[in-house]
Every structure is written in structure tokens, then in C-alpha cells.
């Protein structure tokens, strides 16, 4: 499902408009949205509505002319003088034949409801004054919140807090979701959303061209990989992962099986001869073959049906990682690099950079957390700090020319021409050690089965939350790989693919 910024939101208005529906038919199919959800979260008792002076006031009106018709005890109280609303918001506060409170934050009284129309998703800038007094008034009332378009005091592009928040208990939406929504702090002060229909056509998205995308299954369905019932595990690819010394076997292995139960048809973890031991007495369906350095690597990538690549779960920060890195690259093969894979170039992001640029492949992934990108992407952060997680990966991918996974609450996938995808589904209890060696490997066999690099990000992004989902509070990360196959079912059973 796309997801529209302010502009693309009131590009998505105009061309509505140009069609043929008024701007005022629009702010009354919206105020009735409201009005519907409001009547769901507050059967009885008193209604609240704060409006402020631009259109998410309007639409606050129309809420509460329609409320107030259907029975409710409504009050309205208004940001600013009634006479300075202009334009539909102005003939939606002449269609309310209540009155009309003063800003008094004494007027807020004990309302069963209390209906956010302060400013929506438009607001860039913090909120101060009389604006900011209604916040705070409103977060110490206590009473339930239904916040239209987005609880005021959310920044509607990167989901910030511009100084004071409401925390909605619902929000209603128009369209489609704003980045906000899905962005953290802001989809935690949301509350529950709702995306109404206000008249909109599905037509105006040909024309706006949005690049920005909700992670979920419809996005990707179309290159989901499927095996056909001829297929055989050569066809479904080879992944291989590499390892690291003795000490550090773990990260590969829990990649390596990840990979096997994405539907990869081979996998083999690449290891070290101090390691040949541990790695062979700990894996059975995945095989397990001696490399040693970037030479090793470079021969048995000479086999071409070894097709995808993960490096950087327990593989050891330094040259050695760096020169595995490279030669992968130089393979042209699809390459996960995650962990110590990204560390290793800390010192000299612009080499990864050039590498990749020099190869022209197009399915090389990295995946950091927050802190690997900072490492990475250190001069372009410095120099646009204000930016929201979702600027930042797609311009992290567009300096580095492969796709860009920031990992943490709401993960950003981003490609280099521009589309990007955020993520809501992930628990919290997937905050655990071995969890992003699970998703790097959940990628790989993927990027195995031919999947494209960006969707093949987008689903693994969204099936590592699933699987989170399904093991439940107290996971850890070997718990992952083993409930894939109940989420993979899931998946055919949406998708309607019989199994």
C-alpha cells in the first residue's frame, strides 16, 4: 500500500478536485469519517472537539455538526477567531450552529471523547503557545483522543515529536497513511489507525507516482518465489554463508539454516579449517566446505550455481573481511553484507561504495543496525542530521548504490532510484542476540530463489517480524528459522498457492 507525503497528500486533493469534486464534498466526507469512528469510541457521554484554523479544523467541524445531529452532546472549542477561518474550513464552521468556545483550557471539562482537529499531518515546525498549552491541556485531561489525519504535534514526514505530542487513542486517516504513521515516535502516539475513504480514486496515484511503499505482503506478492511442482533443489538456487574463526561460528549458522528454510535448494556455510570441526558437527542439511581467505572464496564462486552470498555474521572485523567482501562483489554474485562485513569498512565507507559502484550489480544488500549505519554513513548524517530514517536510508542507498536495510522498531528499506518501504510488524522481543543473522540469511535465501534484491529486503524484513510474531515473548533467535515454515504456509494460504 503506498504511503503519501504531505505534498503527495495535497497533490492526491488537487487532482480530486480537478476531477470534479469540490474541496468542501471532500472535507464533508472526511468530517463524516470521523464522526463514524468518534461514534465507536464514545457510545455516550460529552464529545470534545478542538479545532484549530486551518482544513483539520474544518474537518473537525463537519465531525461535530454530524455528531450533534445524531444525538451527541458536542462542544467545540477554536484556536483562533471564527471570522480568520478561511475557505471550506470557514463554510464547514458555518454549518456548526452550536457555539463556539474560547481558547480556555478551563473549558476542557470531563469528556467522554476528545477529538484532536489541531493540525493533522501538515505541521513542520514545533508547536508553541496557545498550540502547546492545548497539548499539555489535553494530555493531563486523561479523556480518549481521536486525532484526525495525525495527533497534533507529530511531524508528518518524519514522525517526530516537534516539542509537545498528543497520544492519540485512534487516529483517522484519509487516503492513504503518511509516513508518520509508520515511523516511530510517531505510529506509538497513533494509536490504532484508520484510513478512510473520502472519494479519492485510486487513478490520482498514476499521476503523483508515490515511491513510498507500507512492507506488506500485497507490495511484494507479484515476485513472491513459488516453487512450481517440477522444480528441483538445484533450480531453487545456492546460498553459501560465510564463517568466522573457531570463537565465532554461531552468527553463520543460524544464517545458513535461515537461508535453508527460506526455500533456498542448497546451502553451505564456507569455513576456516579451525572451524571445519564445529561447523560439521552442528549442521546436517546444510553443508559445510573449507575456505580460508578471499581466494578460497574467489574458487568455488567459480561454480556458477552458487548464486547468492552472505558475509559479515561472526566473520571477523578487518583486511581479511574486506578482501572476502570484495571478491564476492567482483563474483557478481546476490550478496548480503551485514555485521562485520559493514564494520570492516568503517574506516573507508567510500571504498565498499566504489566497489559496488565499479561491479554494476544491482542485488548487493546491506544491512545495519543503527549503529553500523552511523559508521558507515557518518559524513552524510553530519550533514543532514534533521533528516527523518526514511530520508536517510534512501540516501544512504543512493551514495552507496545497493539497497539499504536499516534494521531496529520500524525498518527502512530503501533502493538507488529512490522506492523505499517501511516496515510495522516486528515485536520487540526480536531485539536479541542472533536476530539479524536470522533475517541476513532469511534474505539470502531469497536473493537464491532469484527474487530481486529490493523485494527480496521487503519480504525478509517482513517475514523476520512474523516469525518473531509466532515464537512469542521469550524467543531467541534459533527459535526463528523454526517457525518460518507456519509462516510461509500463512503466505500460500493468502496468496492462494496450493501446497
Known amino acids: 500500500m503506498e504511503i503519501l507525503t504531505t505534498g503527495e497528500m495535497e497533490q492526491a486533493d488537487r487532482l480530486a478536485i480537478a476531477g470534479g469534486t469540490s474541496g468542501f464534498a471532500l472535507m464533508l466526507r472526511a468530517g463524516q469519517a470521523v464522526a463514524d469512528t468518534a461514534a465507536d469510541l464514545a457510545e455516550e457521554g460529552s464529545i470534545l472537539v478542538v479545532a484549530g484554523c486551518g482544513n483539520n479544523g474544518g474537518d473537525g467541524f463537519v465531525a461535530a455538526t454530524e455528531l450533534a445531529a445524531r444525538g451527541y452532546d458536542v462542544s467545540v472549542i477554536l484556536m483562533c477567531e471564527r471570522s480568520s477561518l478561511k475557505g471550506d474550513a470557514a463554510l464547514a464552521a458555518k454549518g456548526w450552529k452550536g457555539p463556539v468556545l474560547p481558547c480556555d483550557l478551563s473549558t476542557l471539562g470531563s469528556p467522554a471523547l476528545i477529538i484532536d482537529a489541531l493540525f493533522g499531518a501538515g505541521l513542520n515546525r514545533p508547536v508553541m503557545g496557545d498550540a502547546r498549552a492545548m497539548i499539555e491541556a489535553i494530555i493531563a485531561n486523561g479523556a480518549p483522543v481521536l486525532s484526525i489525519d495525525l495527533p497534533s504535534g507529530i511531524n508528518g514526514t518524519t514522525g517526530a515529536i516537534m516539542g509537545a505530542a498528543i497520544r492519540a487513542t485512534e487516529t483517522v486517516t484519509f487516503f492513504r497513511r503518511k509516513p508518520a504513521h509508520l515511523l516511530l515516535p510517531g505510529r506509538i502516539f497513533c494509536g490504532r489507525v484508520r484510513v478512510a475513504d473520502i472519494g479519492i480514486t485510486d487513478a490520482v496515484l498514476h499521476k503523483i507516482r508515490p515511491i513510498t511503499f507500507e512492507n506488506i505482503p500485497d507490495y511484494w506478492q507479484s515476485v513472491f518465489p513459488v516453487p512450481p511442482i517440477d522444480g528441483h533443489k538445484y533450480a531453487r538456487g545456492h546460498a553459501v554463508v560465510v564463517s568466522g574463526n573457531l570463537t565465532s561460528t554461531g552468527a553463520a549458522r543460524l544464517s ?111 544491512t545495519p543496525h543503527e549503529g553500523e549505519f552511523h559508521r558507515l554513513f557518518s559524513e552524510m548524517i553530519e550533514k543532514h542530521p534533521l533528516r527523518s530514517k526514511l530520508e536517510r536510508v534512501r540516501a544512504a542507498a543512493e551514495r552507496s548504490e545497493a539497497v539499504v536495510l536499516l534494521k531496529g522498531p520500524g525498518t527502512v528499506v530503501a533502493s538507488p532510484d529512490g522506492r523505499a518501504t517501511i516496515a510495522a510488524n516486528a515485536p520487540p522481543w526480536l531485539a536479541t542476540a542472533g536476530s539479524g543473522d536470522v533475517l541476513s540469511g532469511m534474505i539470502g535465501g531469497l536473493l537464491a530463489q532469484r527474487v530481486p534484491a529490493f523485494e527480496a529486503a521487503c519480504m525478509g524484513v517482513w517475514m523476520h517480524g512474523e516469525t518473531g ?23 500460500y494460504d493468502r496468496f492462494g498457492v496450493d501446497y
Do not use: H, W, Y
Not at 469 to 491: C, F, K, S, W
Open 469 to 491: 510474531l509466532e515464537a512469542g515473548p521469550g524467543l531467541i533467535a534459533e527459535d526463528l528459522p523454526e517457525v518460518l515454515p507456519a509462516v510461509l504456509r500463512r503466505l
Open 256 to 366: 545458513a539454516r535461515s537461508a535453508l528454510r527460506m526455500g533456498a535448494g542448497l546451502v553451505s556455510v564456507l569455513s576456516p579449517d579451525d572451524a571445519l570441526g564445529a561447523n560439521a558437527a552442528a549442521l546436517t542439511a546444510v553443508m559445510v566446505r573449507r575456505m580460508n581467505d578471499a581466494a578460497g572464496l574467489a574458487e568455488i564462486l567459480e561454480d556458477r550455481r552458487i548464486n547468492a552470498c552472505v558475509i559479515g555474521p561472526g566473520a571477523g572485523i578487518g583486511e581479511e573481511t574486506r578482501a572476502l567482501v570484495t571478491t564476492a562483489i567482483a563474483a557478481k554474485r546476490a550478496l548480503v553484507l551485514d555485521a562485520d562485513a559493514l564494520t570492516s569498512f568503517a574506516d573507508a565507507p567510500g571504498r565498499l561504495f566504489e566497489t559496488i559502484k565499479q561491479s554494476g550489480s544491482a542485488d548487493i544488500i546491506l
